[in-house]
C-alpha cells in the first residue's frame, strides 16, 4: 500500500472519526450548559425531546457490573476498528467505520472525564420512550445497521467503490 492510499483511508476514516466526535463532544457539552439534570424540553412536540440524564451503564442502561469493563470494551472496540481500517479498501466501509470509531472515542471520552455518559435524545410517541441516547449512540447503531445493509446487498462484478491498491502494478502489454 502506497502513502496516497493510507492518506485517502486517513482522509475518509479520519473524517467521518473527526466529525461523529466534534458533533457528539459539543452537543453534550451544550446539554450539560444549558439544561440540569433530568430537564426535558419538547423539540419536535412530544416526539422528539432533548432530555439531560447521565448514564453509567452500557448501550441502552444496560449494566455490566465492574465499571472498568465499560472502559475495557471501549478501549476494545476502538482497536478492533483501527485494524478493520487498516485492511479495508472500500470506501462505504471506511466512512462507516470511521462514523464507529468517533462515536466510540465520543463516548469513552465522556466516560473518562465524567464516569458515566451524556444522553440527551428522547425519541418517543406519548409515554412509549425509546431509550435516551446521543449523537455518539445514533451514529453507532446506524452505521451498524448500514453495515448490515451491505453485506446483504448483491456484490456488481464492477465494485468501483474501492480505493485503488496501488501497491499492484500489472506487467505492461507488449506491442508488436
Do not use: C
Request: glycine share 10%; hydrophobic share 50%.
Amino acid at each position: 500500500m502506497t502513502a496516497t492510499s493510507r492518506i485517502h483511508r486517513l482522509l475518509w476514516a479520519g473524517g467521518a472519526a473527526l466529525l461523529v466526535m466534534v458533533l457528539d463532544v459539543s452537543t453534550k457539552w451544550w446539554i450539560q450548559n444549558h439544561f440540569f439534570l433530568h430537564q426535558s424540553q419538547p423539540v419536535l412536540g412530544n416526539v422528539l425531546r432533548f432530555t439531560y440524564v447521565l448514564n453509567p451503564n452500557a448501550i441502552f442502561g444496560l449494566p455490566l457490573g465492574n465499571p472498568w469493563l465499560y472502559y475495557t470494551f471501549g478501549i476494545l472496540a476502538i482497536g478492533v476498528l483501527l485494524t478493520l481500517l487498516l485492511l479495508e479498501h472500500r470506501v462505504p466501509y471506511l466512512i462507516l467505520y470511521g462514523l464507529i470509531l468517533g462515536g466510540a472515542l465520543g463516548n469513552l471520552l465522556n466516560r473518562i472525564w465524567l464516569g458515566a455518559v451524556v444522553d440527551f435524545i428522547d425519541v418517543g410517541i406519548g409515554s412509549y420512550r425509546w431509550y435516551v441516547f446521543n449523537v455518539a449512540d445514533a451514529a453507532i447503531s446506524t452505521s451498524l445497521v448500514l453495515l448490515l445493509v451491505l453485506e446483504f446487498l448483491p456484490r456488481t462484478g464492477s465494485d468501483t467503490s474501492t480505493l485503488p491498491d496501488e501497491s499492484f502494478h500489472p506487467e505492461p502489454e507488449e506491442t508488436g
